[in-house]
């Protein structure tokens, strides 16, 4: 088996289910084709894919096939779905498709993330499925993956499988894309703490994780930053050594499919045929599966009160509602279905005549062919969804429409409304609104119809399904998603050639953090008070006259000042707000306001008092919590917490929320340590720079150095750092031998040293 699927590269697909299903006649196993949105649009990515990944990658699609299948026929059923339909089949027992599919799935995470928590229902025995079904993939996939292979992982059954596979296999690519919307983080919270952690970070397992908007990108990291206190910076999110993209890739049709069905003779045969049956009527239509979140009462109710305030259009139109079975024995659909034909049957009867019924349900899917047929001849697309990921049905009707007439009404609701805003737009909650657009839409003119429709389908030939896929895969390939590279350890030989390069330069500069590079942590930020050593250390430094030392501390002025006021070196406090060079007196790096100091001291205040062991540290331009002394969960968690209700609270106040080393911070923006280590740049003529820090404002300095700068990041992380130490102490030994050897060099004869260029 392996053999025959492992050529060099392959693009393996994995979402819940095949594009078949295996059903069973006579005993005997048939395989069926069943094409749902995500499988045409995957299929067209991949039989059209022109070389942008050279050389072209084979394709191998990793799912259920459906059904329960014996031990003995596994083997048979595997050889058949990989020669005819290029497929790997994950196999999973009836019991693993209750709890996991039926239950977590459709019973907790669907109605959750479409705004339904009153449906959702919280098992353990769901969850432990729903984790031991994303083993089960994980294991199965494992038999195929190459080293080189991508993996794009679809949808919500499976946001587990990321991390699974990351833990077995750290350097494959992997992507995932989920359907659905993703939910605010209050909904979003209503899952138990430990699924919550559990699903963010099995999703952080990717390289790249996709959404159909930007809103629901937004939210996703939003709740990684509550939930696990990850920041994301413009949709970069950083775990432990990699580096996780977050992007919004909405979801095209087949738009050049549904065009020429429409357009085809048969197209047209079958239009003439519907629309004869139909008569004089105006047809609205409006197709869905069958579930609560598209809307399918509320429509309804929205049609009736159009009936009802309209009454010139009784007799001369007709809704025909396509309703597909979905998710049959589920209570909550079983119940809707009822309701549904409940609603249809009381309008009918309420305004239907002899010669006239304004409702026809039709509850059975309609082949492919008749759906194209029905988009064509309709005059108005009721798309009205409660809550919907995308929404692919509104695109279709507008890909349909020939002539270029017909008008779509779409939800607000549906991620397909952020692409299509020429159509008429609604609250899929109010049947006023409803019925407005149904009577504004059913009266406009033909040319207002034309021109609102060929905009949108410029829009969506452009961005069609193969546009999608491949640009997910283009930025899940790209360079950029490479794994940031941490710090590499400074090897004797690298440090050799540093003391090498400090002993035959004329003029050095050190920019040196304080806390947790020159001074290991301590309980009380008070007790770090510098060593007698190191301030003897840096007094021999100072005296160099080639060198130029500069503390860049994010503490108070007050502070660095009592501590090092009485050296010969520059000194920057607060991050860069404070500057002071050897002989002058503190100066502030721009013009800054701390006026919102006074506003945003009390919430940090509150969580001082709530949370215990924390504290609130002041500065003239920056608050500080510090969380050091807490319980280290509970204290992360309010940390989290705090940082995102100061992000959202500060939206529009000039300050930055910085999550350190055990403390959220709150800062004047356009201050950090960049700006203040550029100030000793600017000044030129160094021949040797060095800089050592700890965390992420020292990485502002990183940033801004000459190729040629030693930087150091004091413990092994991601960094811009070219090099990296485990602790204070070995910062220390490494600055002490740089002081040794310039004053033994200092001995030494000029003529004797080497010329440095
Ligand atoms: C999920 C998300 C997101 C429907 N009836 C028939 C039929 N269909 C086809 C439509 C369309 C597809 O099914 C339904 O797609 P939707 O996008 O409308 O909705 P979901 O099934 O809920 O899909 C959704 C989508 O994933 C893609 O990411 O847009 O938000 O919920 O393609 O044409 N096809 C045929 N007969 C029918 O009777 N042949």
């Known amino acids: 088996m392996k053999e025959a699927i492992a050529p060099a590269r392959k693009i393996i697909v994995v979402s819940n289910r095949l594009p078949f299903t295996i059903e069973r006649e006579n005993g005997a196993i048939q395989f069926k084709a069943s094409a749902g949105g995500v499988a045409t649009g995957l299929k067209s990515l991949l039989d059209g894919m022109q070389g942008f990944l050279v050389p072209r990658p084979e394709y191998l699609w990793v799912g259920w096939p459906g059904g329960a299948v014996a031990a003995d026929e596994r083997a048979q059923i595997q050889a ?54 994303n083993e089960v993939f994980a294991e199965s996939l494992l038999e195929v993956v190459g080293p080189e292979d991508i993996l794009w992982v679809h949808d919500y059954h499976l946001m587990l499988l990321p991390e699974l596979l990351r833990k077995q296999r750290p350097h494959l690519k992997i992507g995932f894309f989920l359907h659905i919307p993703f939910p605010q983080f209050e909904i979003y919270r209503l899952l138990p703490a430990r699924w919550r952690r ?64 429409a357009r085809s003779p048969e197209g047209t045969k079958k239009k003439e045929e519907l629309k004869k049956s139909f008569g004089e009527n105006k047809v609205i239509v409006s197709v869905d599966r069958q579930d609560y979140s ?47 034909e409940e609603l249809v049957g009381k309008i009918n009867g309420r305004f239907g005549a002899i010669d006239w019924v304004p409702i026809i ?18 005059d108005v697309a009721l798309v009205t969804p409660l809550r919907d990921g995308m929404n692919l049905v509104a695109k279709e009707y507008i890909a349909c429409r020939g002539d270029g007439t017909g008008v779509l009404i779409l939800s607000e609701m549906a991620g397909a409304a952020k692409e299509l805003a020429e159509a ?63 710090a590499r350890p400074l090897t004797p030989a690298a440090r050799a050639g540093i003391l090498r390069h400090y002993q035959r330069s004329s003029r050095r500069l050190l920019l040196l953090d304080y806390d947790g590079t020159l001074a290991p942590f301590v309980s009380q930020p008070a007790l770090a008070r510098p060593s007698a050593e190191l301030l003897e250390l840096l ?23 009592e501590w090092f006021g009485g050296l010969s070196i520059g000194l920057v406090a607060e991050h ?39 504290s609130v540290e002041e500065k003239e331009f920056s608050i500080v919590w510090h969380y050091r002394n807490a319980a280290p969960e509970r204290g992360a968690h ?97 600055i002490s031998r740089l002081a040794n050897r310039g004053e033994r060099e200092a001995l030494t004869p000029p003529a004797d040293r080497p010329i440095y260029h």
């Open 80 to 133: 058949r779905a990989l020669s005819e339909f290029r497929s790997h089949a994950v196999f999973l027992s009836e019991q693993d498709f209750d709890n996991f599919y039926e239950g977590f799935c459709n019973k907790t995470i669907w109605p959750l993330f479409h705004y339904f928590p009153q449906n959702a229902t919280y098992d353990e025995n769901y969850w432990r499925q729903y984790v031991r079904v």
């Open 198 to 261: 559990a699903l963010l970070e099995g999703l952080l397992g990717a390289d790249l994780v996709g959404f159909h908007t930007h809103d629901y990108m937004e939210y996703f990291l939003r709740c990684v930053q509550r939930v696990i206190g990850f920041k994301h910076s413009v949709g970069h999110v950083r775990v432990g050594s990699r580096g996780v993209r977050v992007g919004a890739f909405p979801m095209g049709i087949d738009f050049k499919k549904f065009n020429a069905a």
């Open 294 to 340: 598209k809307g399918i009462l509320h429509r309804l109710q929205g049609f009736e009160a159009m009936l009802e305030r309209a009454p010139e259009w009784h007799h001369r139109v007709i809704l025909l509602m396509i309703v597909v079975p979905s998710r049959i024995g589920i209570q909550d659909y079983e119940g809707m279905k009822q309701r549904i």
């Open 361 to 378: 349900y039709h509850y059975r899917s309609v082949p492919f062919e008749t759906l194209a047929a029905v988009y064509s001849m309709s």
């Open 424 to 486: 008429l737009i609604v609250n899929p909650n109010h049947r006023d609104e409803i019925a407005d657009a149904l009577k504004t839409a059913l009266e406009m003119p033909a040319r207002e119809q034309i021109r609102r429709n060929r905009v949108m389908q410029n829009r969506l030939r452009r961005a069609d399904v193969a546009h999608w896929a491949m640009d997910f895969i283009r930025e899940l390939v790209s360079k950029e998603s490479a794994e940031t590279a941490e």
């Open 539 to 561: 007094r021999r430094l100072a005296a160099d006259p080639r060198n130029e030392i500069a503390l860049v501390s994010g503490r108070s002025r007050a502070t660095i000042e």
């Open 576 to 614: 860069g707000a404070w500057m002071r060079d050897v002989g002058k007196p503190w100066e502030l790096i721009k013009p800054v306001s701390a006026s919102w100091k006074a506003k945003l001291l009390p919430m940090l205040k509150a969580y001082a008092d709530r949370v215990p062991g924390t």
């Open 638 to 734: 309010a940390a989290s917490e705090l940082s995102d209700d100061l992000l959202a609270f500060t939206a529009n106040i000039d300050v930055h929320v910085v999550q350190a080393n055990k403390s959220v911070e709150v800062r004047s923006a356009g201050i950090h340590k960049g700006v203040a280590a550029a100030h000793w740049l600017g000044q030129g003529g160094f021949d040797f720079v060095l800089a050592a820090g700890d965390d992420r404002s020292d990485e502002d300095i990183f940033g801004i150095l000459p190729e040629r700068a030693y930087s150091i990041r004091v413990g092994q992380r991601p960094s811009r750092a070219r090099f990296s130490l485990p602790a204070p102490a070995d910062v220390l030994e490494l």
